[in-house]
């Protein structure tokens, strides 16, 4: 399928967060792909935070979009979190299960999962009141832009997530690698970025509307995370068979690096 750059205001308008989250994390059964991509990122974050893992006062993440997923094995490393993303539906769709409105999308399979990861799957109500407590802010971000939560002003963080972002945002390559080094001037020297991104896609569709998705290879998110200041200490790909009829996206990685202190 040949998409066009999807941008801002088209994401602004027509991006329905419901639809998102209902394609790509409701674990629900028939999702193969779906379920196998959200049980990777989610394995790998519990890696990343968990025991011997990334830990300390303050993370922010760029581009959160509807999830709190990417919160959950965080929450145990973090006092503070800072979630941000471009559009309003996103963020006014975090802030209502942030308040536990009823119409909130329903986390619960996923937050089980992460608990069961930790070795307690009961525990998931106690995980999720965990989460909204971290949360601190919510705010507007944009990427493409040197100081990408400009007009706010936030001390540098300890740690930098990003999931499932500058891909979609970024039109080619050089834009990726400017946002890349945009979002690093957010953590300290020595501090941590986790980055986790979808390999070799052009689209995804959210409800009947196709997105666009920056092609990127492994090598090529390696090569912007070291442009951008960073050593990277692990990485992880993997394979996805994913319905053409949802993405043509063929693989998925997630970077942990360490920004160079200079």
């Known amino acids: ?108 399979p996923v937050v089980k999962y992460v608990c069961e990861l930790e070795g307690d799957r009961e525990k998931w109500a106690e995980k999720e009141n965990k989460v909204r407590r971290a949360i601190r802010q919510v705010l507007k971000c944009d990427v493409t832009q040197p100081e990408p939560l400009a007009p706010q002003v936030v001390p540098p963080a300890d740690c930098l997530l990003s999931l499932l972002c500058l891909e979609s945002g970024c039109k080619d390559l050089p834009t990726y690698r400017s946002a890349l080094k945009n979002i690093s001037s957010l953590v300290k020297p020595g501090g941590h970025l986790v980055l986790y991104t979808i390999l070799d896609e052009t689209f995804y569709m959210v409800g009947q509307r196709p997105f666009s998705c920056l092609y990127l290879r492994q090598e090529d998110v390696e090569e912007a995370v070291k442009e951008a200041g960073f050593a990277i200490q692990w990485l992880k790909e993997t394979r996805i068979d994913f319905s053409f009829s949802v993405t043509d996206a063929k693989g998925a990685c997630i970077v942990v690096a360490q920004k160079i202190c200079k």
């Open 1 to 108: 399928m040949e998409v066009a750059f999807t941008e801002k205001d088209f994401y602004a308008e027509h991006f329905v967060p419901k639809d998102y989250l209902e394609t790509f994390y409701s674990f629900s059964p028939g999702k193969d792909g779906e379920n196998a991509l959200l049980r990777f990122s989610l394995d790998n974050l519990h890696q990343a935070f968990g025991a011997g893992g990334i830990k300390g006062d303050t993370l922010i993440d760029i581009g959160t979009g509807p999830t709190i997923y990417q919160f959950l094995s965080a929450c145990e490393s973090f006092r503070e979190i800072i979630a941000t993303d471009y559009t309003d539906q996103n963020r006014e769709e975090l802030q209502r299960w942030l308040k536990g409105d009823q119409d909130a999308f329903d986390w619960t």
